[in-house]
């Protein structure tokens, strides 16, 4: 590109008007001098009527599946208008946005191709590792094979919704069909931030009602017991830590010897591990201390005591790393509970410790900051009434009651006490 010309004009500001207008490309300046003018981006369209509508013809920026921006014609139906003014109206209305760079990048590529060149570089890595493995397979077995080869700018609403009419039909539960819907809205979310789409159309999806498919294990004391004395050293270390503090199991297998603190009687939870890999505490409110009661710190001291492992972990596996929580269940907690006839899985312990504590009267906020979670909500749906603890509730109102109401049925002496009630009513 040449260098630009600058020229002195000695004329009138008139003159040098008529100058710029003559030489295309040139503009005076405020010291009347005349300079290379760069093309401006702005257009016009072309309007004309087709039939009965009124159609725009313009260019747009477009930014293709090889990532490459380039441009494109397009052909816009503004509608059926009485006169060509009111159509270019609408041509301008339209225009605005793509004049002034500020309307969407139009993208040209399917949701498979956004996922593998955009999502799946450039997001995934930054989030946790549950949260990557459940977008991964949400993805994979249910949104890519329904939805993945549409265009990226043409997926509307109406196709996730019909999406989870689908996996609803195939029998999939709510959570599954939340999960579908998350999984979408994290991904056009992204594309919405980079101005690629103009809105997220997994917002307004509806869903069914949740539903209980199973009632969560509940240990009772006794088959704690049961289960802490025939377990192995370490996995019963942590299945009795899990029932007294209710940690998730990533967050049992992510601590270390340096966080129990015997001095002050505290666990400190810092961090997690899932499938082996060590990360940053799920939620903000995660990241807690956690009192610890004389009788698991007593059982801490011993079991560090004999344990002969020189690893800072405090549970690891036999190279000295954090334990995988599917390799530890599968080899040394399933066979046992097998063979007790125990129905159990990792998160009974959190559900036990939240329903134990709820029932023995613990105030909801304080059992929301042992279990770390960010809402009273979440911990409500942890803590289930004990059959006792319901029977007992509905004797003590019994027993203020009954004092004072007549019984409506005849007494031992064959005296019908209906008439007093009567009377009282």
Known sequence: MSKPIWRHCAVPKQAVKLIADRRHGERANERKEISRMARRRYQKGCVFKKGKVWVLRYREKVLSADHQLRTANRALTLGGFSSAREAR?????????????????????TL???????????????????????????????????LGQLMLRDLGRHHIQRLIAAKQQENYSTQTLRHIRSTLGKMFGVALQWGWVEANPARGVMLPPMQRVRTPNLLSPEQIKTLVGALSEQASTIVLLGATTGLRIGELLGLQVGDVDFDSATLHVRRTVSRGEVGSPKTQGSARRIPLPQEVLAYLRNFLGLRQSASSWLFSNSSGTPWDDRNLFNRSVKPVCDRLGLRFSWHSLRHTFSTLQGNQG???????????????????AYTHPLEDVKREAMERVSSLLFPIVPLMFPTGNGEDRSDKATRLN
């Open 112 to 146: 498979k191709q956004f996922w593998e060149s955009h999502f799946q570089t450039d997001i995934l890595p930054m989030l946790k590792p549950n949260t990557v493995r459940l977008y991964k397979l949400m993805f994979t077995k249910h949104i890519e094979p329904s």
């Open 89 to 109: 109206r609408a041509a301008e209305a339209h225009l605005r946005k793509v004049n002034n760079g500020t309307g969407s990048t139009r993208v040209y590529m």
């Open 362 to 380: 613990a105030p909801l906020p304080v059992l929301q900051s042992l279990l770390g979670h960010t809402t009273a909500r979440v911990t409500m």
